[in-house]
């Protein structure tokens, strides 16, 4: 199956800091950038983005995600000592409903249900997820046509298909099989065979050696749903010429899907880095997050609003790379000169503000006095400057 018969997604979530302790939706999280021998706590939003992948074309290749969805996950506040059995109860209750994993899947099966009524209901949506997600909660509430790779730990407990020739007729029926070795075991052991697979990451072609396990069984998923076990050797890389070897950590993934071949399970997953690009633009470029506002709309409204400002600006730009080749505005002298793979999302906004520099300030004749005029009134700002510098350079 080529990678246009799927629709390829993927989902995770981000905190966005916050100062102020009564905006709604805010509380104490762990920061995920924090050191790993420390846990630190932040201030902040908790939110989860949907992305859609978009290949132009099939096998190995680059794709740019556009953002779809980004949902507010606001905590529940802890009721006090006081409270009756009856709002204890209740509480409990929404902590269920508030947990990323619930709030997850329920994204998930939403996308499916639109996805069927635009008339893409014979496609298969690939949805890759981070280890946060693999859990019992998503994979057993999966809906159809819909298949979830995930990251599981190196040491978890996985079982091959029970026999079929059973001795003995005394006792029940055995579900699972006998233990396998753990992934981490599995990855350093020689007796199962390494295949080498091409693939994009970090910018250019990798050969990648993977080891692959069909029809596994996890008690996390249960007993009616077979997985495929996929193991990624770690790159070797270097980070200056001559310099010593060093390598990145292997990956354990999960496959909820048998029919999907190894290169585009492969390539579908290392296309979930870009959610983390989508991430890092919206903070730093459009400001997502630092709109100083306090009532619960505009804080649950405002970062999702900038996101689609965000997904519009690519979209726009993918859709004119379809009909003519893009030209972009020049590189500084001092820019390193390595082969153009894409525009980055500052080239599409420099592009974007020389389209409405153009067509508003298209007349120099009165520059000058314009000049002289604002440095008498310093209080006053064109509202156009001021649009379209507000993105960070």
């Given at each position: 199956m080529s990678n246009q018969e799927y629709v390829v997604a993927h989902m995770d979530d981000t905190l966005i800091h916050k100062v102020g302790k009564k905006i709604p939706g805010t509380s104490w999280r762990r920061d995920p950038l924090g050191p790993p021998f420390h846990t630190n706590f932040i201030w902040g939003q908790r939110f989860i983005q949907l992305s859609l992948a978009t290949a132009i074309k099939k096998g190995s290749c680059q794709s740019r995600s556009i953002p779809i969805g980004f949902h507010h996950c606001p905590g529940i506040k802890k009721p006090n000592k006081k409270a009756t059995p009856e709002a204890i109860e209740l509480f409990k209750e929404q902590i269920k409903m508030a947990n990323l994993s619930a709030q997850g899947i329920g994204h998930i099966q939403e996308l499916r249900r639109e996805l069927d009524l635009d008339g893409y209901a014979q496609k298969k949506l690939i949805m890759s997820v981070d280890g946060g997600y693999t859990n019992k909660t998503v994979l057993r509430h999966l809906p159809h046509a819909t298949c979830l790779i995930g990251r599981i730990r190196k040491d978890a407990k996985l079982f091959l298909l029970p026999d079929e020739i059973k001795l003995s007729t005394i006792g029940r029926k055995k579900i699972y099989g006998e233990a396998m070795p753990t992934p981490e075991k599995i990855r350093q052991s020689e007796e199962y065979p390494t295949q080498l697979i091409e693939a994009w990451a970090a910018g250019k072609t990798h050969h990648f050696k993977i080891k692959i396990i069909r029809d596994v069984m996890w008690r996390v998923t249960g007993q009616n749903r077979l997985l495929s076990l996929i193991?990624?050797?770690?790159?070797?890389?270097?980070?200056?010429?001559?310099?010593?070897?060093?390598?990145?950590?292997?990956?354990?993934?999960?496959?909820?899907?048998?029919?999907?071949?190894l290169a585009d399970l492969l390539q579908f997953y290392l296309w979930r880095w870009e959610i983390e690009v989508n991430f890092r633009d919206e903070k730093t470029l459009l400001g997502c997050g630092e709109a100083q506002v306090r009532t619960a709309a505009s804080v649950e409204s405002i970062p999702a609003f900038i996101t689609a400002i965000y997904s519009l600006l690519h979209l726009s730009m993918l859709k004119k790379e379809l009909n003519n080749p893009v030209v972009l505005l020049p590189k500084p002298r001092w820019h390193q000169s390595t082969e153009h793979q894409r525009p980055s999302t500052m080239e599409i906004i420099n592009l974007f503000r020389l389209s409405a520099w153009t067509k508003c300030k298209n007349?120099?004749?009165?520059?000058?006095?314009?000049?002289?005029?604002?440095?008498?009134?310093?209080?006053?700002?064109?509202?156009?400057?001021?649009?379209?510098?507000y993105c960070r350079k």
């Open positions: 193991i990624i050797k770690p790159l070797g890389y270097r980070l200056t010429q001559g310099s010593a070897l060093l390598y990145r950590d292997p990956a354990y993934l999960i496959c909820t899907d048998q029919d999907v071949t007349n120099f004749n009165d520059f000058v006095k314009k000049q002289r005029q604002m440095q008498t009134a310093k209080k006053e700002v064109d509202p156009m400057m001021s649009s379209l510098f």
